[in-house]
């Protein structure tokens, strides 16, 4: 079944321990994306990937890191994290298709910073 | 910035009755999409329309868009209770990149059985 894979679903943890989001995707697709979604803002995008070892910042990316070392997987690392980067986060992959990227997500990961 | 606003907020209908979600943005498009988001689950993309089209349909379906105004519409007809959502448009721009696909605030849709 063709899916992209977050890990973990749900996440608490505290002010300033490093934690990282995996993410996985199995349909060969060259562009992989985080977003975090907040009440009322709707989706912004973190960071992007267009092929392996190229990543882009997005338009929220202070306080996050990527890395894209296998096309498969597009991990989110947060140092440091804070209670501002509370939020519920996605993982998109895309290939070029019918005139343009739709984009396939994950399930989600909300993470609670405290 | 949020490129793309959807209209109403939130919209409530019973079963059975056809659904009209708006979307305007403000900047040159390649295309744009709609999204729709179950409760609790990521976002699936349920069509794309090119800045060169004006009205494209799949299943229960509809998208229109009118480049000259910069705006877009879902309808949605003869509505199920499973298609209670959230529904999101994404413009992606003139240059084609996915990389700046900007999600709208979205439309909470409520059908009632």
């Known amino acids: 079944e063709a899916q992209v894979t977050q890990n973990p679903r749900y996440l608490i943890t505290v002010t300033g321990k490093k934690l990282t989001v995996t993410c996985s995707q199995n349909m060969n697709h060259e562009y992989m994306s985080w977003y975090r979604q907040d009440p009322g803002l709707g989706l912004r995008q973190i960071y992007y990937s267009m092929n392996v070892e190229v990543t882009d910042k997005g338009d929220v990316p202070e306080g996050y890191k990527v890395s894209r070392k296998e096309k498969r997987n597009f991990p989110l690392i947060l140092e440091s994290p804070s209670p501002n980067q509370t939020s519920l986060y996605f993982c998109?992959?895309?290939?070029?298709?019918?005139?343009?990227?739709?984009?396939?997500f994950g399930d989600g990961t909300r993470l609670s910073i405290l | 910035s949020q490129q793309g606003e959807e209209d109403p907020q939130a919209l409530s209908i019973q079963e059975g009755e056809n659904a009209t979600m708006n979307c305007s943005y403000k900047t040159s498009i390649n295309n744009l999409q709609w999204y729709r988001q179950n409760s609790g689950r990521g976002l699936v993309h349920l069509i794309l329309?090119?800045?060169?089209?004006r009205e494209k349909h799949s299943g229960r379906l509809r998208v229109t868009l009118d480049t000259s105004k910069k705006s877009s519409s879902l309808l949605i007809t003869a509505s199920r209770a499973a298609d209670t959502a959230s529904y999101f448009c994404a413009t992606d721009p003139s240059s084609g990149s996915a990389r700046q696909l900007t999600f709208g605030s979205g439309t909470q849709l409520t059908v009632l059985p």
């Open positions: 998109a992959s895309a290939f070029r298709g019918n005139g343009g990227w739709p984009q396939h």
């Open positions: 329309i090119r800045s060169n089209e």
